[in-house]
Each structure stands twice: as C-alpha cells, then as structure tokens.
Nanobody
Framework: QVQLVESGGGLVQAGGSLRLSCAVSGRSMSTYAMGWFRQAPGKEREFVAGIRWIGGMTRLSESVKGRFTISRDDAKNTMALQMDRLKPEDTAVYFC???????????????????WGKGTLVTVSS
C-alpha cells in the first residue's frame, strides 16, 4: 500500500521559516508528479506548489512565489517544501499529493491526484 506522510509543520512567527517533508512508502515516487496543497480554516483547498515527475520543472502559486521552494529526492522517496518569509495567511493544513505520470497543469488543478497524505498543520503567528 502506497502512503504519503507529511512532517515538519508547527508554530512559527511571521517572517520565519519551516521545511515540510513528504515521505512516500510502498512505491517509488520517481514516476509521480508531486504537489503541495493547503487548506485554511473555512476555505477550500488550494494548490501551493508542484514538481514534475521528470525534468524537475516546478510551478508555484502566485501567493507563495519567491518565498517557497519545492524539491524532490527520488533516491530517498521524499519531497520537500521550504517555506521562507512566512505570513499569517500561510496558516493552513498542508497536504502532499502525487499523480503518476502527471503533468504540472494537472497538479495545479488538484482534482485528479492518485495519492494524498493526511496533512500537517502550519500556524504562522503575527
């Protein structure tokens, strides 16, 4: 059974940094396009960042561009989200997800992902 497990969430002051990790078990993630999504209280889930399964091309939402970086290590079956200059509006539960042979356009939509983690909470205080 394939599982995605997020870690690294927590409480941080505005302007600070956190690094989220997503560990994939049960299958190699090398053929999966991967993404990070978040859901704030009372809001819909939204796309944050995606990384293609081959070539390493990435895409970030406008709200995090220049502050967040997505990366993957297929040898370790992990994906990361480096979050810098955090803002209170970044407070949300962050989820990692994967789509086999997915393209970035599909990741942005977030509706056709094959795998989802259970999420990790990020709280940014002002």
């Amino acid at each position: 059974q394939v599982q995605l497990v997020e870690s690294g969430g927590g409480l941080v002051q505005a302007g600070g940094s956190l690094r989220l990790s997503c560990a994939v078990s049960g299958r190699s993630m090398s053929t999966y396009a991967m993404g990070w999504f978040r859901q704030a209280p009372g809001k819909e889930r939204e796309f944050v960042a995606g990384i293609r399964w081959i070539g390493g091309m990435t895409r970030l939402s406008e709200s995090v561009k220049g502050r967040f970086t997505i990366s993957r290590d297929d040898a370790k079956n992990t994906m990361a989200l480096q979050m810098d200059r955090l803002k209170p509006e970044d407070t949300a539960v962050y989820f990692c997800a994967g789509k086999r042979y997915g393209e970035l356009g599909e990741i942005v939509g977030g509706t056709s992902m094959d795998l989802w983690g259970k999420g990790t909470l990020v709280t940014v205080s002002s």
